[in-house]
């Protein structure tokens, strides 16, 4: 992977985690910092799934794909604030 494919990465990761963690209703007990490396996770992992689903590559906006990275990342800003709730 080139520097420029890393870079995007981040970037989209950023949207993606911000996306996903507008979706979850309620205050989120996680720092920008997880939510970041949650959507580069969510976005990476959708990719391929959409890859693997065929949806990846169309023409023009991969909405398929892009809803499929956001609700990735959603899951995964819920499970991690689950995980990071105070404990009652």
Known sequence: ME???????????????ALGRLVVPGRQHIGILWTILIGIVA?????????????????????????IQIALAAVGVAALDRAKAPRR
């Open 3 to 17: 520097i420029s494919g890393i870079i995007s990465a981040i970037v989209i990761g950023i949207i993606i985690g």
């Open 43 to 67: 976005a990476l992992v959708g990719a391929a799934i959409a890859s693997a689903l065929g949806v990846a590559d169309t023409k023009g906006v991969d909405w398929i794909e892009w809803l």
